[in-house]
T-cell receptor, first 112, second 115 residues
């Protein structure tokens, strides 16, 4: 069965630290990949998405993610986090069906 | 363009009752998906509707059902509520739900508490 793994469940960083959140998926075919963010008290928002082409995609608020097909990974990165990045981050994969598979999420806390 | 709206935002029910949640997609979006979000479980896919037809279904019991109307609005029903049904129920809409550029947009969710 298809699955998405986010190995970091909780991450605590100081402001200005670099961020990398891992996302691995299990599916051998063509996939579309997404990162969503849920700020405290707010609804899920799309951070960035990968459909095809350049495996390095840039999203909002300085986030980027790299698709590495050979590793079945789509890790999220940000060179310098801010206190306002405190949120829960979800990786999602859509394969040939209409169904999205989400990871269990990573809670990021940024200390001011 | 208005985003995805969900009503009600909060619900408190008791075990054994049933509940109906509503979702209005972004104008022009024809695919509506429902998810259950609980701490530590992430988002669990319930079902997806397109043009009033259920096109995909997750692994939830038959107590969970849904439907979509001709204007793309969708409702989700949970019968015989159990304590474990307490969760945030999210609705997401997209243009068609398939294709290599389709993207889901989420509503604020309905927080269901079962006592």
């Amino acid at each position: 069965a298809q699955s998405v793994s986010q190995h970091n469940h909780h991450v605590i960083l100081s402001e200005a630290a670099s961020l990398e959140l891992g996302c691995n998926y299990s599916y051998g075919g063509t996939v579309n990949l997404f990162w969503y963010v849920q700020y405290p008290g707010q609804h899920l928002q799309l951070l960035l998405k990968y459909f095809s082409g350049d495996p390095l995609v840039k999203g909002i608020k300085g986030f980027e993610a790299e698709f590495i097909k050979s590793k079945f990974s789509f890790n999220l990165r940000k060179p310098s986090v801010q206190w306002s990045d405190t949120a829960e981050y979800f990786c999602a994969v859509r394969s040939g069906t209409y169904k999205y598979i989400f990871g269990t999420g990573t809670r990021l806390k940024v200390l001011a | 363009k208005a985003g995805v709206t969900q009503t009600p935002r909060y619900l408190i029910k008791t075990r054994g009752q049933q509940v109906t949640l509503s979702c209005s997609p972004i104008s022009g979006h024809r695919s509506v998906s429902w998810y259950q979000q609980t701490p530590g479980q992430g988002l669990q896919f319930l079902f997806e509707y397109f043009s009033e037809t259920q096109r995909n279904k997750g692994n939830f019991p038959g107590r969970f059902s849904g439907r979509q109307f001709s204007n793309s609005r969708s409702e989700m029903n949970v019968s015989t509520l159990e304590l474990g049904d307490s969760a945030l129920y999210l609705c997401a809409s997209s243009l068609v739900g398939s294709g290599n550029t389709d993207t889901q947009y989420f509503g604020p969710g309905t927080r269901l508490t079962v006592l």
